[in-house]
């Protein structure tokens, strides 16, 4: 991809314009969670590349007609929309298993798969800058991730049981990825329990503070009669019991990921499968918005999703194998809201200790791996095939067989390409910003 390079002045109209797009309802509602949101994107190339995956598809969305490797299957698959090297890390399965996959599909639609890929391959070659690598470094970073990628599409698609084709788990990983599932396994509810909440009169409690804050009996009602609506979206199971989804408590909440300003959040503390207050559970109610990718692909297929809570929760169960089972949906107002367990379970990979060459050859190969598990997940399981009534993995196969060379250098020069133009892009930002030139948010000094 070959990205043009506009003066200074009209690339920082063309973000203005995208994030206006993007953020400017949200923005208006709540300019100081936007100053925060802000405020993070400044501080690193990267972080401001999490931050702008809108702009990041509007930069890339003539690719679909004229991109190498899209055809009407290859365009249709379930994709992540927000594939980047820090969206991965550790879960604990609905049957008890941790496993170290993809995580945080708040941007997942269907869409051309080398879109994931290629915001992947950008990301890795941001924090390869970062840490001062070489470009001959960085491109073999970006070789080895998309050689295991290949590969694991490759197995998928030829073998006749999926099911033996392993996760990564505490018997197969290594490296950072079998850290980060040691370490989710070293957590435990009490101590996530005891970060969130007091026991007064042998009762649990929110603590309030802290980005926990209390509702008003009419905004308590309305969400407590949102979740009611949310457990008919659960699957149901044999242990279920009337009981374990009793509410003790409920908070609304501030402060939220870098991707979720603006939204209306809440956390559930329930009463879990136990009367022992070391088995409550906490979940949290999430506004959604429309994932970034949507508003750039042919035919987007918006009219099968009730609302974006539906579309987030639909997607990562057809991204990932045993799904949380706390995973589901509701609406608030007419708004669709996502909703999902606090799990303590979850550790992220952490890159800031990653910094020997052949250890970050390794892990981005392990990530090349997931990412082909999770696009060949997207016709496991039949509810969830209709948008994808074919093999992803098969179709995706073919489409990189045609040529593999091209596939490869297709995604280095992107990845090289990508990055230096968000670096220009990131101090375009930081100029707008500190300038108080991105309207609606305040002014630092300003009353």
């Given amino acids: 991809m070959a990205i043009n390079q506009p003066s200074i002045e009209q690339r920082g109209g063309e973000i203005l314009n995208v994030f206006n797009k993007t953020f400017g309802d949200l923005l208006a509602r709540d300019p ?7 405020r993070k994107m400044a501080a690193s190339a990267f972080a401001f590349y999490r931050g702008s995956a809108c702009l990041f598809y509007h930069d890339i969305e003539q690719e679909q007609h004229v991109g190498p490797f899209l055809d009407n299957k290859t365009k249709r698959i379930w994709i ?40 992947f391959v950008a990301s890795i070659a ?48 290594k490296g950072p990825l079998l850290d980060a599932l040691r370490s989710a396994r070293t ?19 929110f603590t309030l503070g802290g980005g926990s804050i209390e509702l008003s009996s009419a905004t308590r009602e309305k969400v407590e009669d949102a979740f009611n609506r949310y457990l008919e979206t659960l699957p149901k199971s044999r242990d279920d019991c009337a009981s374990m ?54 035919n987007a297929p918006n009219a099968y999703f009730h609302h974006e ?15 949380d ?36 050859a390794a892990v981005v190969a392990d990530l090349g ?40 250098d297709v995604l280095v020069g992107f990845a090289h390409e990508y990055s230096a133009q968000t670096r220009r892009d990131h101090h375009i930002f930081v100029d707008l910003f500190r300038n108080g030139r991105i309207p609606g948010l305040p002014v630092d000094g300003e009353n």
């Avoid at 008890?96 to 890929?117: C, K, Q, S």
Wanted: hydrophobic share 40%; charged share 25%.
């Fill in 32 to 38: 100081a969670a936007f100053q925060v949101k802000f």
């Fill in 80 to 119: 992540h929309g927000d594939l980047h090297a820090e969206n991965f890390g550790t879960y604990m399965d609905s049957q008890g298993r941790l496993i170290f996959n993809v995580n945080d599909f708040d941007e997942a639609y269907v869409g051309p798969f080398i879109w994931d890929i290629k915001r």
């Fill in 126 to 173: 941001l924090i390869g800058y970062t840490k001062a690598l070489s470009d001959q470094q960085i491109t073999r970073l970006v070789k080895v991730y998309t050689a295991a990628y290949r590969e694991r599409v490759h197995t998928l698609a030829t073998c006749t049981n999926q099911h033996e084709v392993p996760h990564f788990t505490l018997d197969t990983a």
């Fill in 187 to 205: 957590q435990t509810r009490v101590d996530l329990l005891c970060s969130m909440t007091e026991v007064h009169d042998s009762e649990r409690r």
């Fill in 245 to 298: 989804y009793r509410i003790k408590d409920v908070v609304g909440r501030r402060g939220v990921g870098i991707g979720s300003a603006g939204l209306p959040s809440f956390n559930f503390l329930l009463e879990g499968k136990s009367e022992a207050l070391e088995n409550d559970v906490v979940i949290y109610m999430k506004q959604s918005a429309a994932a970034a990718v949507s508003q750039h692909v042919d």
């Fill in 309 to 323: 809570g539906h579309r987030t929760v639909i997607s990562q169960r057809a991204l990932q194998a045993q799904a």
């Fill in 325 to 360: 089972a706390w995973l589901g949906w509701t609406e608030i107002d007419g708004v669709g809201q996502l909703v999902a367990e606090v799990s303590p379970y979850a550790v992220d990979l952490d890159w800031s200790d990653i910094n020997d060459l052949e250890e970050m």
């Fill in 369 to 408: 791996t997931a990412t082909a598990m999770m696009h060949g997940a997207g016709d496991d399981n039949a509810r969830y095939s209709k948008l994808v009534p074919f093999s992803p993995e098969k179709a995706i196969d073919e489409a990189i067989m045609a040529d593999e060379v091209r596939f490869v």
